[in-house]
């Protein structure tokens, strides 16, 4: 094992023959260090390989360039867009981003949320499994911004930025019934996750709205995967031609993919005359898959952005900024899986 012990900026003084605070300024001024100083003190650090402990500088400074993003499914390509979209918006603020899935889980979200508090992170980006009214309140006593991201929250609480995911609902509830599918069912996961329940309740709106002409049966998931949309597909499968849905909406596109999977691989059923599919996020597999797929779009990377610039003009402007909530509309992409 290698024991040795990490040269330390009194070393990189000692060799370079200058003060602790010469080295501090070449560090963190070198504009006020003479150039052949920088060049001394820089040969010294490379010769000992001296790297500057940033955690404990920004400790003691109080705050940190360092943010914290935690979604509910890193394996779902909608939540790496955002990602990406938070993280460009960071770089280009002169910030990073640590990334954090809590996979649907309240303990592991709120085991994400202590380890960012200890590190002492200057804000998070947060797409919650459940409510966290009284940890945004805690995390902001503690001097860490919080912004809710493919989320709404309470503006007099936070920032947040989301899509309006009953209007989703309604709307791919009401293409299935343009094309005159009025046996629908819905796939999802957990209806406590906000997104999932207010994909339903859109849902459920449209179709009340007929008077009773369709119908809407929901088909729970064990998780928002394309195995659970497999698992879920199969079952349809088996039920009687007469009973089984004509259409599904799907609460995302990787279940909307197990499920074509399902019927077509397994269950020996054509997309769309059988059953047709609609998913949501529209990622990009949604365009490539054996019968392509209809989704409601979300502006996956402009979340991100925008709620990572939001989380910024919070950090760097606390008495000025102003908590807003912005909420994007979904858009219908229309394809084969509801094409006939």
Request: neutral net charge; charged residues 25%; hydrophobic residues 40%.
């Amino acid at each position: 094992m290698d024991k040795r012990i990490q040269p330390s900026i009194s070393d990189v003084a000692k060799l370079a023959g200058v003060s602790l605070g010469t080295v501090s300024n070449v560090l963190n001024s070198p504009d006020r260090v003479r150039t052949e100083t920088v060049e001394k003190v820089t040969r010294a650090i490379v010769q000992l390989g001296f790297v500057r402990n940033d955690a404990a500088r920004q400790l003691k400074a109080g705050k940190s360039r360092a943010l914290g993003l935690v979604v509910l499914d890193t394996s779902n390509p909608f939540f790496a867009e955002l990602a990406r979209g938070a993280e460009n918006a960071a770089v280009e603020s002169g910030y990073q981003i640590f990334l954090g899935n809590s996979a649907s889980d309240p303990l592991r979200e709120a085991s994400y949320l202590k380890m960012f508090q200890e590190q002492r992170l200057s804000g998070l980006l947060v797409s919650p499994v459940r409510e966290l009214r009284d940890q945004a309140r805690v995390l902001r006593q503690m001097g860490t911004q919080m912004v809710f991201v493919d989320s709404k929250a309470d503006p007099s609480m936070a920032c947040s930025v989301s899509v309006d995911d009953i209007a989703g609902g309604r709307l791919a509830i009401e293409h299935l019934l343009k094309i005159d599918r009025n046996r629908i069912g819905f796939v999802g996961g957990s209806l406590e996750i906000s997104q999932v329940g207010d994909r339903y309740h859109g849902a459920k709106e449209a179709v009340r709205k007929t008077r009773g002409a369709a119908t809407l049966k929901l088909y729970g998931a064990k998780s928002q995967d394309v195995i659970s949309g497999r698992e879920v597909g199969i079952a349809i499968a088996r039920e009687p031609e007469s009973t089984r849905p004509n259409a599904i909406f799907a609460a995302n596109d990787l279940l909307a993919i197990g499920l074509l999977q399902a019927f077509t691989m397994i269950g020996g059923l054509d997309v769309p005359r059988d059953i047709a599919i609609i998913g949501y996020d529209d990622i990009d597999f949604a365009e490539a898959t054996v019968v392509p797929l209809t989704s409601i779009k979300q502006p996956a990377s402009l979340l991100g952005k925008t709620a990572l610039q939001m989380l910024v003009d919070e950090i760097e402007n606390p008495s000025e900024h102003i908590h807003r909530l912005v909420t994007f509309q979904p858009e219908l992409v229309v394809r084969a899986s509801t094409t006939i």
